[in-house]
């Protein structure tokens, strides 16, 4: 950690206003530079900060739950086969955003906030803050929390994961009691938001749905997890789309600029997996395959193949460690070939239909890209979808399985809901949806097919495969919480089949696996490994298996 802590205080201004050396500060105050910036200038960069650490760590989460794969040489990608980076801070930009990014200038808000009464300020801050303490420890497991930017410390001390959790407990009714106050006082933020817009009422929301997570992560705790506080967790947070929690990209230079675009060329590498084409090409929920039950938000989120005679339309997806095995056909083919039928079933990149290349790498084109892979497409972080499918399962949990069907629905509903909206108002960000919005004919269609199952037939199976596609694309983290409370491949009493229906591990596992999965990412290396190493051996992270230690929150 020493290094993130003199990093901050060297080289950004934000952190050097907290230092006490005043009488420092006076001497080399400099005019032309604010010592004591404002929250209303701080604040949006904290905001646009938010989508680094998940969109960064997105090349290798994306590959533990099969969002997306490597595009060829399968058999030697790391992360395919639950791997990481001896040496290397690859994985590592949650911790950094956490620790560095945002840590030290949320407190300065915080601070700032309650001194000068902009209680807005402050409990949006404790907000953001709550949240990447929760995105991390989910992360990582045991990270340091209590000592977090305790100054004069050489070596910080890791908590358990029931210890941040506590936390990030308390941050958020923290947070609250200061949005409270907020509604009784002029609302500061305004323009500065650049998400709610200073809406308070929807950071309570945000910070409800944190509270949401924070318990519903603890199923597999019998005594622990309480199912009636989720719900009203998930009651308390968003009831709409219009309360998910966004980050617009400006879209005008390359840090501004949304990193899954086709401007900063990122995810060139990755094509989506053949798991997410099956469940939604009727294959595995609907367990048919045919075209009555494909769902239509496939053509809105992926994309397909110039041949399209295998079945659905050309939406074709490759496993983990195999790759796609037509990737290295690129020549030029007579017509009819062998080699020219199987190139066309290559798996196009993530920016659009039957192409194999970026089509704007380096050059700003707003109509390049689809769903979410735009220069100036949002970056969702928590949504009402999201929250509706946490609280289907916690209904399902309790036995309220009419309860349970009527989030699962909402759920479904507010996933169309999200395609569909338009995002103009956010910072002119780009729809989500390809050229139309879906229509209702076609939702209408999907929710009475064999995929969407009624009060008396839903399992936990339904609920949690219908989670994975609404949070396909940026939902990585939940998603690999889920997959982790459920280990991969546990199995649904109901249906005697896995939770997760034909996701299958990778078939050879990294070097350092032990012939185990993925549990965790080792804290990151430059910060911990070169700084804070007598405090990971504590933690047994310096064993090259650390990653597939399981956390807390996913044991009985």
Same mark, same amino acid.
């Given at each position: 950690m020493k290094n993130i802590f003199i990093k901050t205080m060297l080289l950004s201004l934000l952190v050097l206003s907290m230092v006490s050396c005043k009488k420092y500060l006076n001497i080399n105050s400099d005019p032309d530079t604010t010592q004591n910036p404002s929250n209303s200038s701080v604040f949006p960069a904290m905001l646009s900060a938010i989508p680094r650490g998940v969109q960064y760590d997105a090349r290798y989460m994306s590959k533990y739950v099969q969002n997306l794969l490597a595009s060829a040489n399968g058999n030697a990608d790391t992360w395919d086969r639950h791997g990481f980076l001896l040496n290397s801070d690859a994985s590592g930009d949650i911790w950094r955003q956490t620790y560095f990014g945002l840590g030290a200038n949320l407190n300065y808000i915080i601070k700032n906030g309650i001194d000068k009464e902009q209680y807005d300020y402050a409990g949006a801050a404790l907000v953001l803050k709550a949240l990447m303490f929760q995105m991390t420890t989910d992360y990582h497991g045991e990270i340091i929390f209590t000592e977090a930017f305790k100054e004069g410390t050489y070596y910080f001390k890791y908590d358990s994961q029931q210890v941040v959790y506590q936390g990030v407990d308390s941050l958020c009714r923290l947070a609250d009691q200061y949005l409270q106050n907020a509604q009784t006082k002029t609302v500061t933020m305004g323009n500065s938001d650049i998400s709610f817009n200073g809406n308070i009422t929807k950071w309570r929301k945000l910070n409800y749905s944190i509270l949401a997570k924070n318990f519903h992560r603890l199923t597999n705790k019998t005594g622990l997890y309480k199912a009636d506080s989720v719900i009203k967790y998930c009651d308390l947070a968003m009831a709409s789309v219009d309360d998910d929690f966004v980050i617009p990209f400006d879209a005008s230079k390359n840090d501004d600029a949304n990193f899954y675009g086709t401007y900063r060329n990122n995810y060139g590498t990755f094509l989506?997996?053949?798991?997410?084409?099956?469940?939604?090409?009727?294959?595995?929920?609907?367990?048919?395959?045919?075209?009555?039950?494909?769902?239509?938000?496939?053509?809105?989120?992926?994309?397909?193949?110039?041949?399209?005679?295998?079945?659905?339309?050309?939406?074709?997806?490759?496993?983990?460690?195999?790759?796609?095995?037509?990737?290295?056909?690129?020549?030029?083919?007579?017509?009819?070939? /062998?080699? +020219?039928?199987?190139?066309?079933?290559?798996?196009? !990149?993530?920016?659009?239909?039957?192409? =194999?290349?970026?089509?704007? $790498?380096?050059?700003?084109?707003?109509?390049?890209?689809?769903?979410?892979?735009?220069?100036?497409?949002?970056?969702?972080?928590?949504?009402?979808?999201?929250?509706?499918?946490?609280k289907a399962e916690a209904a399902y949990r309790m036995g309220q399985k009419s309860l349970a069907h009527a989030a699962y629905l909402n759920g479904i509903n507010a996933h169309f809901d999200f395609i569909?909206?338009?995002?103009?108002?956010?910072?002119?960000?780009?729809?989500?949806?390809?050229?139309?919005?879906?229509?209702?004919?076609?939702?209408?269609?999907?929710?009475?097919?064999?995929?969407?199952?009624?009060?008396?037939?839903?399992?936990?199976?339904?609920?949690?495969?219908?989670?994975?596609? /609404?949070? +396909?694309?940026?939902?990585?983290?939940?998603?690999? !919480?889920?997959?982790?409370?459920?280990? =991969?491949?546990?199995?649904? $009493?109901?249906?005697?089949?896995?939770?997760?229906?034909?996701?299958?591990?990778?078939?050879?596992?990294?070097?350092?696996?032990?012939n185990k999965p993925v549990y965790r990412v080792r804290p990151r290396y430059n910060s911990e490994y070169v700084w804070n190493l007598e405090q990971l051996k504590t933690l047994g992270a310096t064993n090259l298996d650390y990653h597939t230690y399981e956390c807390w929150f996913s044991k009985p």
């Open positions: 989506q997996s053949n798991f997410i084409v099956k469940l939604l090409d009727g294959t595995t929920i609907a367990n048919t395959g045919l075209p009555a039950d494909r769902d239509p938000r496939m053509a809105q989120m992926l994309t397909c193949s110039q041949d399209t005679t295998n079945g659905n339309g050309g939406y074709r997806g490759v496993d983990p460690g195999n790759g796609d095995p037509f990737s290295a056909l690129t020549g030029v083919y007579a017509v009819n070939s /062998a080699n +020219w039928v199987n190139a066309r079933k290559r798996v196009p !990149v993530i920016w659009g239909d039957s192409i =194999y290349a970026n089509p704007s $790498s380096a050059v700003f084109t707003l109509s390049a890209g689809k769903y979410l892979f735009r220069d100036k497409a949002v970056m969702p972080v928590i949504t009402y979808a999201e929250m509706q499918f946490i569909n909206k338009s995002y103009s108002a956010y910072r002119g960000n780009a729809s989500l949806f390809t050229i139309a919005p879906i229509s209702a004919t076609n939702r209408s269609k999907y929710l009475a097919s064999n995929n969407v199952k009624s009060a008396t037939t839903i399992t936990i199976t339904d609920i949690m495969l219908q989670k994975y596609i /609404a949070l +396909w694309g940026y939902g990585f983290l939940e998603t690999w !919480v889920d997959m982790r409370r459920f280990h =991969y491949t546990d199995i649904d $009493s109901e249906t005697g089949n896995q939770v997760y229906k034909n996701f299958s591990l990778p078939s050879s596992y990294y070097v350092y696996n032990n």
